[in-house]
């Protein structure tokens, strides 16, 4: 039998060989060899007999490559994204989030099985749990929010559809709630809205969320909120800024689209999400900002633009 060639960190973590990381992924074994060796996007561990095992955060980074990939990101153009989205994580993580690890996991199968089991009264104590540890901007960015994912990835299965919908409910009303204290006794007022079918309802409200501060206060609107009535809304909520959120790849005649709609408007235009990474060198030169998608760059971004322009 092969021995695992293991670092010291790795010794209590699951390695998954190729055929299964491929039926987990769908990603066939081809290209996760190629991703690895012709662009460096995987480093799987190794047996002494060559195999290549996968840990689960190996298996993590092979679903996001896939989403940025079927979002139009050339794989070439992958590893920057994620270098990006690392060295932020680098930044903000310190030890007591390390000593967190565990419990955060802990935590999470907790929440599995309590939407498995569709157990409210239970739902709310781990929230509780959850928020007296975390601010609810941590709680739903380090927590929350990957499970929610999960449920997302696999609510096409019987049964599996009913899981999602009754965590999404639940998270959906804790966001708005945690949006709405924000906003209390912010100084500066944001208007965030979601591009027309580019993202889920509680991924809008999560996106407020994090980028609010106590001096910055974020409105969201509703998503299906019509792009061409925006400069009707932002002349009668006169907002200090506007934020366009998405997750989804633009279309090629986006920028001039987003160009046009920022000259109708009496307040400046920035973009947020995933789609704000993929638009950031098309729109450099012009008067739309790029936050990104990251928490922490999302809310620095914002309150450095709004700091700079108020303060002109």
């Given at each position: ?126 929230y509780d749990q959850i928020v007296a540890r975390y601010s609810p901007a941590e709680a739903f960015e380090d927590l929350l929010m990957p499970v929610w994912h999960e449920f997302t990835e696999r609510r096409d ?18 966001a708005l709630q945690s949006v709405q204290l924000q906003r209390n006794a912010a100084e500066h007022r944001v208007l965030l809205v979601a591009m027309p079918g580019s993202c889920r309802e509680l991924e809008l ?108």
């Amino acid at each position: 039998m092969n021995q695992l060639v293991r670092s010291p960190s790795d010794r209590h973590e699951a390695l998954f060989p190729i055929r299964e990381v491929s039926r987990l992924t769908g990603v066939n074994p081809v290209t996760l060899r190629a991703w690895e060796r012709r662009y460096g996007l995987i480093t799987p561990t190794r047996t002494e007999g060559g195999h290549r095992l996968y840990s689960q955060t190996d298996i993590n980074t092979i679903r996001s490559i896939m989403g940025w990939v079927e979002r139009g990101v050339a794989v070439s153009k992958v590893g920057r994204i994620l270098a990006a989205t690392r060295d932020m994580e680098a930044r903000a993580a310190g030890p007591q989030r390390l000593i967190d690890s565990a419990w955060q996991q802990a935590l999470q199968a907790q929440l599995r099985q309590t939407v498995n089991d569709f157990d409210e009264g239970r739902l709310y104590q781990l929230y509780d749990q959850i928020v007296a540890r975390y601010s609810p901007a941590e709680a739903f960015e380090d927590l929350l929010m990957p499970v929610w994912h999960e449920f997302t990835e696999r609510r096409d299965a019987f049964g599996q559809f009913s899981e999602w919908l009754f965590l999404d409910s639940f998270l959906r009303a804790r966001a708005l709630q945690s949006v709405q204290l924000q906003r209390n006794a912010a100084e500066h007022r944001v208007l965030l809205v979601a591009m027309p079918g580019s993202c889920r309802e509680l991924e809008l409200w999560v996106a407020g969320l994090l980028m609010g501060t106590p001096q910055v206060a974020i409105s969201v609107l509703a998503p299906g909120q019509p792009l061409g009535e925006l400069a009707l809304v932002c002349g009668k909520m006169r907002p200090d800024a506007l934020v366009l959120f998405s997750n989804e790849r633009p279309t090629s005649d986006l920028p001039k689209r987003l160009i046009r709609l920022g000259l109708s408007l009496d307040c400046p235009m920035l973009l947020a999400g995933e789609l704000a990474d993929m638009m950031q060198e098309s729109l450099q030169g012009s008067a739309i900002g790029c936050l990104g998608s990251n928490a922490m760059l999302m809310q620095r971004r914002l309150q450095q633009y709004l700091a700079g322009r108020l303060d002109t």
